[in-house]
């Protein structure tokens, strides 16, 4: 299995409804994408100096999986959202 890790900082003017917006358009990537065995989303609960605002966890049987999401029009469109709403973003993939 291939886990596939992204969080994001958002910009500090970026409203709770845009970033609802994001988690919402997020989540429903499960829907559209069937190369996704499981996907997690949701907002930072410790509000730390260190935290990020929202993080994804999506797991995929191996890396043609994750490559098909990459491209998936879906995906390109809210990865693209979130760039535009976010100061940061990072991830991380590893095999488990």
Do not use: C
Request: charged fraction near 20%.
């Amino acid at each position: 299995m291939l886990t596939h890790i992204v969080i994001w900082k958002y910009r500090a003017e970026i409203d709770q409804q845009v970033r609802e917006d994001h988690v919402a358009m997020l989540r429903n990537l499960a829907n559209l994408i069937n190369e996704l065995e499981s996907l997690a989303v949701g907002f930072d609960v410790l509000n730390l100096p260190r935290s990020f605002h929202t993080g994804l966890v999506a797991v995929f049987r191996d890396r043609a999986g994750l490559e098909a999401y990459t491209v998936h029009p879906e995906h390109i469109k809210v990865a693209e959202f979130g760039s535009m709403i976010s100061e940061q973003v990072a991830s991380v993939d590893f095999i488990s």
